[in-house]
Nanobody, 120 residues
């Protein structure tokens, strides 16, 4: 089994910063990519940023220039540095990881989510 543990959410005022972390553990043979998704209240879950183990990244237009994603391959951990936060960034942030287990079975795993609240 593969497990994801998220941390770093909290309450912050507009313009502030937070750093989210997500660590993957378990019978992981290889991780191919990890990403962060945002779900605002009453809205669909949307991709915020993703990164491959090779360092290739992709960002939602709404966060370009404000958020940065990085990965520590040795620790199987992905980070999301969120700067210049806005009230519309409020919601639950979910970590996602895709890869292959030692059983050669692929996995696509979601974290439990961490709450981010940005006050105005």
């Amino acid at each position: 089994q593969v497990h994801l543990v998220e941390s770093g959410g909290g309450l912050v005022q507009s313009g502030g910063s937070l750093r989210l972390s997500c660590a993957a553990s378990g019978n992981i043979f290889r991780i191919d990519d990890m990403g962060w998704y945002h779900q605002a209240p009453g809205k669909e879950r949307e991709l915020v940023a993703e990164i491959t183990t090779g360092g290739s990244t992709k960002f939602a237009e709404s966060v370009k220039g404000r958020f940065t994603i990085s990965i520590d391959n040795a620790k199987n951990t992905v980070y999301l540095q969120m700067n210049s936060l806005k009230p519309e960034d409020t919601g639950v942030y979910y970590c996602n990881a895709r890869g292959v287990m030692y059983t050669y079975n692929p996995f696509n795993l979601w974290g439990q989510g961490t709450q981010v609240t940005v006050s105005s």
